[in-house]
DNA sequence: CAGTGGTCTAGACCACTGG
DNA sequence: CAGTGGTCTAGACCACTGC
């Protein structure tokens, strides 16, 4: 049993003045669900209540708790399971891993051999101007950086240097994260609470510098895909600032328009 | 009134051997609305008859029928207007035009003012069996290749090399193409009744050869984006193969990951 | 077998559009 | 004002999972 189990406000009420702010009841159950889901009620990989169960702590019926959940799962967020329950999406999943890489193989065979990691450099210090409006920090606010390569059958492929805020990583270092096994986001939400669940990447081709190109293994004449990602929890609050270089000679970065 | 009123098939008949196979009404429903849209029955732009109307065709609720073009639009096919109706989808609307071009200005300001467009080229030919295999046709099949260039601002920044089946695409020249307004694919809509719905892209970082290079203004050692796309129809039929270079100096390929 | 999500229905009412 | 899509409900039944 909730705690004062919150209702929804009803539509009607005046909301003062200008537009009426018209939201139908499964918008505002799915904002319930979400703030449930940032308060860590439920945690990534566990299931929530049913919808029976949260139709009736909402107090509306379960069609309408159905479609609040319907586009929570579109965006991915909660992922359903047909006869066993609702669960809160989380990286760790072995055929959901790693959806935000999308440097892919060449040809038609998907064989995704798991990459090999090698963490570079892992400080904590001071943001620059730029990272810390990526991040919504302030100029000289605490970050951690830090630098990997990623070899594919031995083969260095990625180079990454990413940024994240110093609150919500505190006790970061590099030897936690060298040991962590499988996707780095599903690291990030089982030790330090924070998933991942939206980001925006800008994308450019560049030459490396010559640090670049050694830890790459190419010339500083090599074409690079320059990929920049700025990845966000839930409510967009940004989590992370991501700076790749990907070599594409043998693999492609692919996206799906529709 | 349609000419004989196709009905659902009823999902207890008996498959004949091997999985069940069950297919739920709505699905059902949406592959019948999808085989309208195919035959033309609706064309971009047009509504669509109204959910009760069709519930009535198809003699199911009207809940059906709504799922059943709820994925449609989803799927970016149909278009929801309340009040309105529901309408075929087309490249030819003012906010959702160049849907399929993702290179966007750097900088915060989405000032995005049309590209100035230049056919350089435009030939019937035998397709070789990269294009063939692309296009899903035989090596030595008709197709149409174009080339051209965009610019922005004067600053010529993309370079598009077209492949495009003969059949489909049969009376296309360099006049009709140059003498198009707005974005190619609504040109494709309403001369030749092609409509894209979905494209796969492939990209990665290269150096332009010699005649690329000057087309676009810059030297051989500029890095460009290439982005190979192939495009289809309603059934992912495809139908174009698009080879581009992007320059990203001042603008990037933005993606949404979510 | 009980419990979950998934489908389907029927009906009432609301919000928006256009004539 | 009539017609459209959008919301909400209640209830029946189906498909799938795990015990």
Redesign the pocket.
């Known amino acids: 049993m909730a705690t004062a189990p919150p209702s ?1 406000t009803d ?2 009420a005046a909301t003062g003045a200008g537009t ?1 702010a ?8 799915k904002q319930l669900i979400l703030h449930s889901l940032q308060q860590g009620e439920w945690k990534p990989g566990e ?9 009736a702590r909402f ?12 586009e929570l ?1 579109a965006e991915h967020l909660l992922v ?7 669960f809160v999406a989380t990286h760790a999943e072995r055929h959901v891993q790693y959806r935000f890489l999308r440097l892919v193989p060449d040809g038609d065979s998907p064989t995704d051999q798991p990459a090999q990691r090698t963490v570079v450099e892992c400080r904590r210090q001071r943001a620059s101007a730029d990272v810390a409006r990526a991040l919504a920090l302030r100029t000289g606010d605490a970050v951690f950086q830090l630098r990997r390569v990623l070899a594919f059958g031995g083969v260095p492929t990625i180079l990454e240097d990413l940024w994240l805020p110093g609150g919500p990583f505190k006790g970061l270092t590099a030897e936690r994260l060298s040991a962590c096994q499988g996707p780095m986001y599903a690291f990030f939400e089982t030790e330090f609470g924070v998933r991942m669940v939206r980001a925006d990447e800008k994308i450019r081709a560049v030459l490396p510098d010559p640090g670049q190109a050694k830890l790459l293994g190419v010339t500083p004449a090599t074409p690079l895909l320059s990929v920049e990602r700025i990845a966000c929890t839930y409510n967009d609050l940004p989590m992370e600032l991501r700076r790749g270089l990907y070599r594409t000679d043998t693999r492609h970065y692919h996206n799906r328009l529709s």
């Not at 509306?60 to 319907?70: E, F, L």
């Open positions: 929804p539509n009607d009426p018209f939201s139908p009841l499964y918008q505002q159950i299931v929530i209540p049913s919808e029976l169960e949260l139709a107090r509306v019926s379960q069609g309408t708790v159905r479609k609040a959940i319907d799962a359903r399971r047909q006869g066993r329950g609702t």
